[in-house]
């Protein structure tokens, strides 16, 4: 779709140059090629050397203009175009189309001697940088332009509306600049003339009447309003209907439109319009009828909306309709419908491009063989199910085929392919499909792009692949291939700019490989079999994965000038070896570095301080030895730091918190680190996963660590830890892809590895070192905090009663440390903990009621003599067993016990009360409540007996005894029953817990 809104600008755009230059009479691009002198006129020659001096030319591309004998005449300099009646300079055209791709001009300024050009009819600086500077007013002095190219210049400021004073003007285009929000369009309406417009991004949020001032160009034909963030018309606007119904072609992708006013207001335009994109808007609902009376309409792409249903009954008379885009919506409903309604009659015949990947579409595939001219076929991303039908292989015409991310099963043999012999792009990815095709199979199409990841087609390598000789993309991925790589197949890659081969058996070696790419390509070759060295000729790579294999040897390869290029290197889990070479000084375009679980050794060389674009770092799993290197604090852009289990030693670098401020991932663990934490780590703001485990660093846990603001924030907006790379495709051009990073550490006892939901796993383990102090209560802080490990140190003092603030806590572990004291309430209200240990410490005690704590398994609290309670099954001692502080001490606690509830003492109370009151009512308002004789009944164990007064012996202390087994299990200690020390009004308060 866009390609065709390319080619229809274009042509537009030199239909209109031919038009005013033929009109005028003024061309003669022959006189360029004969003897014939025509000298410029020197007040126009002096203006447009005036204008090149406000041009910066690096790649001197205006060579021919000059002062130099040989350069007098103006008109033959590139880019100038005379009369060749007059003399008089009408054309100036700086765009990449005339000076060519390979060159790129910058501008200062836009001369003031250009309005000497009277006579400019055309003036194209498109793609001339001018760094945010205004465009001048004196544009609007240029009476007799016609055609006016300003696009992607980087002009700023407050838009031009000068260019309203140019009442000839036929071609106006200023899209993708940096101006100022335009206010109105007061301006516009005055281009009577204008047959094309196209002020894309341009901030027009607050032009409400958009649409009237449209309707006010009677010759328009090509309208562009792309990401103008467009507000929807309102009725007033739309009531005034006087357009001269010429509009053609209609591009409002990215803005803020509704479906039931824009196609109001695009219902003046019915027997007119050829072209409509609407994409990437809010349009919500069903598919409108009145598309269906757009009887010209040839091109409609309503893609990335909000559209639904699954009956588009509009369509059916859409006869002229060639490309349809209705991607990305959520359509649903059986896909065979859909295309039964949608091509009953008059569409079949002329459709050329069909998309509705992307939406809820189900059922199997129907025949398509009746639309006889479709090129391309696109239903990625649906809900489609069964096979796929093989009278596919009888629409001649495909180019396009994409059925990936679906539910498709089934054999694919040569059948399906059998007259595709124009196919170019073929995905059947992400479906459990299998391939049946014999060995010598011959296709008749010459494929560039090959997708066919977890398609069935081995165990041997496909031989047919041998016959396409011009693929740029494959993808045989989770191909279930266990063959050795062939030689022939590399020779066939030349010019690949993607592969993946990655999750087969593949096996063999890279030797003798002497292939030299065209491009830098993306290679993913991870979770094979190949074995050997790994060839040079990888250095071109700009995305290199070969992770998960048996390849040996040195990495010598990263010293070849060639990986420049190089953006993406994952060597993990191989077996290289060796140090890591001193040559890093060129992979400044790196970003990310994985050498982990491989055999290197020696130092981490100091010019990884030179690879500063670098964000992800891993290189766990080694022999590394010595310190961090300090020139690594140049990398200010890291974001992920992973050094586990290797030989480095000496103290944390403080320049840790202090240059690598964007670090998300630091892990140090398993190595020698030694000395204490320096505070500067609490200068790392952005952390989530802080890991210096199994080290032998000593001293306190800095308090400043409730500086750590992201752990301090419960959640995470982001499921994963993604960075963006570039890739470059051939010499000059880049394109750009999203890598996710993924983590592997200790989770509650055992090693897991996490990705897709890295983000959300906020950690601090300290675990494994020497640590002593108190663990500080600021730690509390850090409420985002899932999983903090402080075992194994030499930690002290007292659980901090504040522990309950970190309700995120999923993972806590405390053991083998010498901490003593209680276990604090507040950890019972932890209701996510999902593992605790606080094993081998010195804690004493009962352990707090709560469905969490009474949960986990007795030896969570193994090795703490002085525990007791549930889940253990040494019982608390009764109150007598205990001194007076301590009675008081316990009393308190329980008193602040919330984890019985109000509704709980009612509910209880109010089912005993019916039936005890009724009883022994009297007896519990007698006088003899006061006149007790505490001693002698606390010796006999009848403290429940006592609160009621009751003379000794009597019948009722057995329901007391019996009372106070009841509650004894319920984690409610019949000691509370039983304390003299509580007032009265107290004691009754009690009663109902029974």
């Known amino acids: 779709m866009q390609g065709h809104g390319r080619c229809l600008k274009l042509f537009l755009a030199f239909a209109l140059l031919l038009l005013q230059y033929t009109q005028g009479g003024e061309v003669d691009h022959s006189q360029r090629d004969t003897k014939v002198s025509i000298r410029c006129i020197e007040r126009e020659r002096q203006a447009l050397l005036a204008f090149k001096r406000g041009l910066v030319d690096e790649d001197n591309s205006l060579s021919s203009w000059g002062l130099e004998a040989q350069k007098q005449d103006c008109c033959r300099w590139i880019g100038v175009y005379c009369s060749n009646q007059t003399g008089h300079v009408i054309g100036l055209d700086l765009s990449y189309k005339v000076i060519g791709e390979d060159y790129f001009l910058q501008g200062k300024m836009i001369s003031p001697k250009l309005i000497e050009l009277h006579h400019l009819q055309h003036l194209d600086l498109y793609g001339i940088k001018f760094s945010g500077s205004e465009i001048p007013d004196f544009i609007g002095s240029l009476s007799n332009l016609r055609y006016l190219d300003l696009s992607w210049t980087n002009f700023g400021g407050k838009f031009p509306s000068q260019v309203g004073n140019l009442s000839n003007l036929q071609y106006l285009a200023l899209s993708d ?8 369009l007061d301006w516009l309406p005055l281009l009577s003339s204008l047959r094309y417009l196209d002020l894309s991004y341009a901030n027009l949020s607050n032009v409400f009447d958009w649409p009237e001032a449209i309707n006010k160009l009677p010759e328009l034909t090509n309208l562009t309003l792309q990401g103008c963030d467009l507000p929807p018309p309102t009725l007033s606007t739309l009531s005034y209907i006087n357009s001269s119904k010429s509009l053609i072609s209609v591009d409002l992708p990215f803005n803020h439109l509704n479906t039931s006013s824009i196609f109001l207001w695009l219902s003046n335009y019915n027997t007119s319009l050829v072209h409509l994109v609407l994409s990437y808007n809010p349009l919500a609902g069903s598919i409108p009828d009145v598309l269906g009376d757009m009887s010209s309409l040839a091109h409609l792409d309503l893609s990335s909306n909000q559209l639904e249903g699954g009956d588009p009954h509009s369509f059916a008379r859409l006869c002229s309709l060639q490309s349809l885009d209705l991607s990305y919506n959520i359509l649903s409903g059986q896909l065979s419908k ?31 063989t009746n639309l006889s001219s479709l090129e391309l076929l696109s239903l990625y991303n649906n809900q489609l199910t069964g096979g796929i039908p093989e009278n596919i292989g009888l629409m001649s015409k495909l180019k396009t085929i994409d059925f990936s991310m679906n539910s498709l099963e089934g054999v694919i043999s040569k059948t399906h392919f059998s007259k595709l012999s124009k196919l170019q792009s073929l995905d059947l990815s992400s479906n459990s499909l299998v391939l049946d095709i014999h060995a010598d199979w011959i296709p008749p199409f010459q494929l560039d792009f090959i997708n066919l990841g977890s398609c069935k087609m081995g165990p041997a390598f496909p031989k047919w692949l041998q016959t396409q000789k011009n693929f740029s993309h494959i993808d045989i991925s989770d191909a279930g291939i266990s063959d050795i790589l062939p030689s022939w197949f590399w020779s066939l890659c030349r010019n690949v700019t993607f592969m993946n081969l990655t999750s087969n058996q593949i096996g063999g070696t890279f030797a003798n490989l002497t292939l030299e790419f065209s491009y830098f390509p993306e290679l993913h070759l991870s979770s094979n079999k190949l074995e050997g060295p790994i060839p040079s000729v ?27 290029g190089l953006s993406f290197l994952d060597l993990s889990n191989n077996n290289v070896s060796g140090q890591v070479p001193d040559c890093l000084t060129h992979l400044e375009n790196l970003v990310m570095l994985d050498l982990s679980y491989n055999a290197l050794s020696g130092k981490i060389p100091t010019t990884i301080g030179s ?22 604090k140049n990398c200010t852009s890291l974001v992920v730091v992973d050094v586990v289990d290797n030989k480095l030693s000496g103290p944390i670098p403080k320049w840790l918190g202090v240059s690598l401020k964007n670090l998300v991932i630091l892990m140090l663990s398993s190595n020698h680190f030694n000395g204490s934490l320096p505070s500067q780590i609490c200068h790392l703001t952005h952390i989530q996963n802080l890991d210096f485990s199994l080290n032998i660093i000593s001293g306190n846990i800095p308090k400043c660590l409730t500086n750590l603001t992201t752990l301090a924030q419960k959640g995470n907006p982001r499921l994963n830890i993604s960075h963006y790379y570039e890739i470059s495709t051939d010499q000059q051009g880049f394109t750009g892809d999203d890598y996710e990073d993924d983590a592997t550490f200790i989770w509650k006892g055992g090693m897991k590895t996490y990705k897709s ?6 950690r601090i383990d300290l675990s494994s070192n020497k640590l002593t102090g108190e663990i500080p209560s600021e730690i509390t802080h850090l409420v985002g905090l899932v999983s903090l490990n402080l075992s194994r140190n030499q930690l002290t003092g007292q659980i901090t009663p504040e522990i309950g ?23 019972a209200r932890i209701d996510r903990l999902g593992f605790l240990d606080l094993s081998y410490n010195n804690l004493s005690g009962k352990i707090p009621v709560g469905t969490q704590l009474q949960g986990f398994d007795p030896s969570v609290y193994a090795g703490n003599l002085q525990l007791c309670g549930p889940p253990l099954k040494k019982m608390c001692a009764d109150e007598k067993e205990r001194g007076p502080s ?31 009151w009724g009883v022994c009512g009297t007896l519990i308002f007698s006088r003899m409540l006061i006149n007790y004789k505490r001693s002698t009944l606390s010796e006999l164990g009848g403290g429940c007996a006592i609160r009621f007064g009751l003379p000794a012996p009597h019948p009722l202390w057995s329901l007391c005894y019996k009372l106070k087994a009841f509650l004894a299990p319920r984690g409610a200690s019949a000691s509370v029953l039983e304390a003299d020390e509580l007032p009265l009004w107290r004691r009754h308060s009690y009663w109902p817990l029974v």
Do not use: W
Not at 898 to 912: A, W
């Open 177 to 184: 600049n940096d101006f100022t929000n335009i206010e109105n």
């Open 338 to 368: 859909f295309v039964q309604i949608l091509f009953s009659t008059c569409a079949q015949n002329s459709l050329e491009i069909l998309d509705l990947s992307g939406n809820d579409l189900a059922g199997s595939l129907p025949d398509l």
């Open 538 to 564: 990888l250095s071109k790579a700009s995305y290199l994965d070969l992770s998960y294999n048996k390849l040996s040897g040195s990495i010598s390869f990263l010293c070849s000038r060639a990986t420049i």
């Open 611 to 632: 690879v500063f674009r670098i964000e992800t770092l891993k290189l766990r799993s080694n022999k590394f030895v010595g310190q961090l290197p300090s020139s690594l």
């Open 757 to 762: 939901t890295l983000g959300l796993v906020k």
């Open 805 to 827: 603030n970190l309700q995120s806590l999923d993972s806590l572990d405390l053991s083998r440390n010498h901490i003593d004291g209680r276990i604090p309430k507040s950890l």
């Open 886 to 916: 301590e009675q008081t001490d316990f009393i308190s606690q329980e008193d602040k016990d919330e984890l019985i509830t109000l509704g709980f003492y009612i509910s209880m109370g109010l089912g005993f009360a019916a039936g005890f």
